[in-house]
Each structure stands twice: as C-alpha cells, then as structure tokens.
C-alpha cells in the first residue's frame, strides 16, 4: 500500500510527558500537512511542509509542538509536556501539486489519549 | 470564528434515495471547494472537489454544487448505497495558502 502511513495508531500517555509521532507521505508528494481532529469538529489545520521546509504554522501550534521533516520524505510531530488538552487525532496529509490544485491524502492518524 | 458550517450534525436517507449534503462559508475569498468522506478509526478520503469558476462538478454518485453567491456548497449522492454511511466534511481553501478548513461534519446514515 502506497498511501500516507502514520505510527503509532495510538498511544496513551500520561500528563506531562513527551510523545513523538511519526508520518510517511506518499512517496512523490512534497507537500505534507498536519492537523488535529476533536471529537464532534472536523480536522484543524496545524503545520505545512514543502520539501524539507517549514512553510506555515496555526496558532493552535503553541510552542510545546515541534514539527520536523528532516529530508523532505517523513515527519515527525512532537508533543513536550503534554496536557489533557492534548487528547485527539493527529492526522498528517499529503499532496502534489501539479499544475492546479492538488487534494490532499490522509492517512489513518494518531489517537492520542492524554490521561 | 467558525468559517465553515455544517449546520445539520447527522442525517438519515434511504437507500436509493438522495442524499443531499450541505455547507456554509462565510470568506468570499475561498475559492477552492472539496468533499471527504470518513469512516470510524480512519483518515478522512478525498471525494470531489470544485473551483470557484464552476458551478457543478460531477463523478459518478456524486456530484457538487457551488453557490458562490450564497456561499453555499453542496453534496449529492445519488442513488444513495449502505457503503455511503460516514462522516461527511467539506473543505474550502484560498488561492495560495495550503491549508485547508473543515467544517464540523455531517453523519450519513443510509437505512436499507
């Protein structure tokens, strides 16, 4: 399977400590998106990535969070001293943009459990 | 500020019936316009999308309508099957920036 691949699928964590989750785009898209979805809300935009560069950053990115894609392939998203707040899924995207625009594909996500 | 409306949470069809799906923006500055479908403990799935310089745009079931005038955007599936229950949301984005906005997301429920 070739689509955008996330890990871990879950994870529960306690307050307070750090997590890292990981995101696979698929393979020749350059451009790879996080975003986090509560429940009952559609997904929220957090991070962008073109190549290797970090394009744009929402404000519910607060400085806790730290994106990377050290290679422009995979990224890594980083949660410090999580927070109850931080509970939701985590879910990176990717596209292509050829000529017009490009949709972009999810992958499965990572649920965080913040307890 | 919520700049993309889902105002109805759930809705049930009958199957072979329509499903219509709607949505409500509020920037006239949006001018690009998508559908993702849902299922439980997966990513949400591209479904179709649609510029600002069209009105309709159809694949298969499926097909969008854009009222720019309106700022209303929506989604018909018809004939509607089982397999079309999910959580529907629509997207918008602007000419330039890269990300996209969500709505809250529609429940579909096709009852046999």
């Known amino acids: 399977d070739t689509g955008v691949s996330q890990d871990p699928r879950h994870k529960i964590t306690k307050r307070g400590q750090n997590v890292t989750f990981r995101c696979d785009p698929i393979?020749?898209?350059?451009?790879l998106y996080w975003y986090r979805q509560t429940l009952g809300q559609g997904p929220e935009f957090l991070t962008y990535?073109?190549?290797?560069?970090?394009?744009?950053k929402s404000r519910l990115l607060s400085d806790r969070f730290s994106a990377e894609r050290p290679k422009g392939s995979f990224s890594t998203l980083e949660i410090q001293r999580t927070e109850q707040g931080d509970s939701a899924m985590y879910l990176c995207?990717?596209?292509?943009?050829?000529?017009?625009?490009?949709?972009?594909?999810f992958g499965q996500g990572t649920r965080l459990t913040v307890v | 500020d919520q700049q993309v409306k889902q105002n109805s949470p759930s809705l049930s069809v009958q199957e072979g019936r329509i499903s219509i799906l709607n949505c409500d923006y509020t920037?006239?500055?949006?001018?690009?316009f998508l559908w993702y479908k849902k299922y439980p403990a997966e990513g949400p799935t591209f479904l179709i999308s649609?510029?600002?310089?069209?009105d309709k745009n159809e694949d298969g079931r499926f097909t969008v309508f854009l009222n720019k005038s309106a700022k209303h955007l929506s989604l018909h599936i018809v004939p509607s099957q089982p397999g079309d229950s999910a959580v529907y949301f629509c997207?918008?984005?602007?000419?330039?920036?890269?990300?996209?906005?969500f709505g809250q997301g529609t429940r579909l429920t096709i009852n046999p």
């Open positions: 995207a990717s596209s292509l943009r050829a000529g017009g625009r490009a949709e972009a594909f």
């Open positions: 393979s020749e898209h350059n451009r």
């Open positions: 990535f073109q190549n290797e560069a970090q394009l744009e």
């Open positions: 920037n006239s500055m949006f001018d690009y």
């Open positions: 649609i510029s600002s310089i069209k």
């Open positions: 997207a918008v984005s602007i000419q330039g920036a890269q990300k996209l906005v």
